[in-house]
T-cell receptor, first 114, second 114 residues
């Protein structure tokens, strides 16, 4: 049971490039989400999904796209990278309990945009 | 938007000392979660408190949920270097739409010096 996995661990992009951050979970969790973590800003929700085929925007969705074609995978796409997207990105999953929604986090992707 | 304020922001103590960190809000939360994040890794869930006034113990860590469910505290007894990390509190909104979206505090960064 690998839990939540993310690839790559590190990535450097040039402004304007696009890329996809991969996230997969093997716990059969319905709820998955993407956060970014910046110094002094805490964890901010980018997009989330409550099940395959269903996605919605979080607090900071601009510049990012997501899709959820399977329960296991929830990739995050950067359409045209900007220096403001330099951050550490975390994928998380949970059972989707409305009461608790306890999150299981991946190890993160550290992204630098030059 | 429900906010969670954590204090102190930074804390540096000697091994063996006791400490308390706080998580406060003006809003009611149906539950609160505490996570610990070690450098270079994703947050890991420590505990969830659900009932107002609830106290939970996890070895040397004691978690308390306020009677009004607006605040929580984490007390560490005889801190050890292994306790070093970023402590985050988080909670789902009390009710209504968007109940899947957790609100995170910005965290308390704890350093325990040997």
């Amino acid at each position: 049971n690998a839990g939540v996995t993310q690839t790559p661990k590190f990535q450097v992009l040039k402004t304007g490039q696009s890329m996809t951050l991969q996230c997969a979970q093997d716990m059969n969790h319905e709820y998955m989400s993407w956060y970014r973590q910046d110094p002094g800003m805490g964890l901010r929700l980018i997009h989330y999904s409550v099940g395959a085929g269903i996605t919605d925007q979080g607090e900071v969705p601009n510049g990012y796209n997501v899709s959820r074609s399977t329960t296991e995978d929830f990739p995050l796409r950067l359409l045209s990278a900007a220096p403001s997207q330099t951050s550490v990105y975390f994928c998380a999953s949970s059972y989707g309990s409305r009461l608790y929604n306890e999150q299981f986090f991946g190890p993160g992707t550290r992204l630098t945009v030059l | 938007t429900q906010l969670l304020e954590q204090s102190p922001q930074f804390l540096s103590i000697q091994e063996g000392e006791n400490l308390t960190v706080y998580c406060n809000s003006s809003s009611v939360f149906s539950s609160l979660q505490w996570y610990r994040q070690e450098p270079g890794e994703g947050p890991v869930l420590l505990v969830t408190v659900v009932t107002g006034g609830e106290v939970k113990k996890l070895k040397r860590l004691t978690f308390q949920f306020g009677d009004a469910r607006k605040d929580s505290s984490l007390h560490i007894t005889a801190a050890q270097p292994g306790d070093t990390g970023l402590y985050l509190c988080a909670g789902p909104p009390h009710s209504g739409a968007g109940s899947y979206q957790l609100t995170f505090g910005k965290g308390t960064k704890l350093s325990v010096i040997p």
